[in-house]
């Protein structure tokens, strides 16, 4: 628990240093969001500020519960990769803003989660060639199109909004697992906002090489 207590710690003085407003988190209990996932995600709780443009930055530090975990063991016979209750931490940055938040998002896990640099890989599309050039110059080991063209692109759920994204990943003794998201969200194929998003259960479990998040 103190582990995780110093990781949501940690993101709140980068977000803050980085010019971020806190927005209103919802409780646990509230009417779940069938368009995702999980319900309270960060961006399940900040949706409503893109009912307008974002004009600055937000960030979040929410409570959350994955969903659909007896999903995937009816389905598989086995755990799902995530855990099922966590915090969820994430930013919402103005359209413009995509290399601006891979440099955060590699700042937060090196300084901020403890992850060395050298661990840390960005995937990226060759279709998407701003989210490959925001990627190298962020940092870390850059891989381009090293899985199926389907994990590049984000659905929320919601008629018009879609996303392409850079999957960031840790280096481990199972392989090089994800851990976070850089979104460029767009309605209509418009760009509207940069989301980033993590799991806190994931950040601690990758950076000390455990087995699962549940531990």
Same mark, same amino acid.
């Given at each position: 628990?103190?582990?995780?207590?110093?990781?949501?710690?940690?993101f709140?003085?980068?977000? +803050?240093?980085?010019g971020?407003g806190?927005?209103?988190?919802?409780?646990?209990?509230?009417?779940?969001?069938t368009?995702i996932?999980?319900?309270?995600?960060?961006?399940?709780?900040?949706?409503?500020?893109?009912d307008?443009?974002?004009?600055?930055?937000?960030?979040l530090?929410?409570?959350?519960?994955?969903?659909r975990?007896l999903?995937?063991?009816?389905r598989?016979?086995?755990?799902s990769g995530?855990?099922?209750?966590?915090?969820?931490?994430?930013?919402l940055?103005?359209?413009?803003?995509?290399?601006?938040?891979?440099?955060e998002?590699?700042?937060?896990?090196?300084?901020g989660?403890?992850?060395?640099s050298?661990?840390?890989?960005?995937?990226?599309?060759?279709?998407h060639?701003?989210?490959?050039?925001?990627?190298?110059?962020?940092?870390g080991?850059v891989e381009v @199109?090293?899985?199926?063209?389907?994990?590049?692109r984000h659905?929320?759920g919601v008629?018009?909004?879609?996303g392409r994204n850079?999957?960031?990943?840790?280096?481990?003794s199972?392989?090089?697992i994800?851990?976070?998201?850089?979104? +460029?969200m767009e309605? @209509?194929?418009?760009?509207i906002?940069?989301?980033v998003?993590?799991?806190?259960?994931?950040?601690?479990?990758?950076r000390?090489?455990?087995?699962h998040p549940?531990?």
């Amino acid at each position: 628990i103190g582990a995780g207590v110093a990781v949501i710690d940690a993101f709140r003085r980068c977000a +803050v240093g980085d010019g971020y407003g806190e927005a209103q988190r919802s409780g646990l209990s509230r009417h779940h969001d069938t368009s995702i996932r999980f319900t309270n995600s960060t961006i399940s709780a900040m949706k409503p500020l893109l009912d307008r443009p974002l004009e600055e930055g937000r960030f979040l530090v929410q409570p959350a519960v994955r969903l659909r975990n007896l999903d995937a063991w009816r389905r598989t016979s086995s755990m799902s990769g995530y855990g099922c209750s966590f915090v969820a931490l994430g930013t919402l940055a103005p359209p413009g803003e995509v290399q601006r938040c891979h440099e955060e998002a590699i700042h937060f896990l090196v300084e901020g989660v403890g992850v060395g640099s050298e661990r840390i890989v960005l995937r990226a599309s060759s279709e998407h060639p701003e989210m490959v050039t925001a990627a190298r110059t962020a940092g870390g080991t850059v891989e381009v @199109d090293g899985y199926d063209q389907a994990r590049y692109r984000h659905v929320y759920g919601v008629a018009g909004l879609t996303g392409r994204n850079t999957n960031i990943a840790i280096r481990t003794s199972r392989g090089v697992i994800d851990v976070a998201n850089v979104i +460029v969200m767009e309605r @209509d194929g418009r760009a509207i906002a940069v989301e980033v998003a993590y799991g806190v259960n994931m950040l601690v479990a990758l950076r000390d090489d455990l087995d699962h998040p549940v531990l």
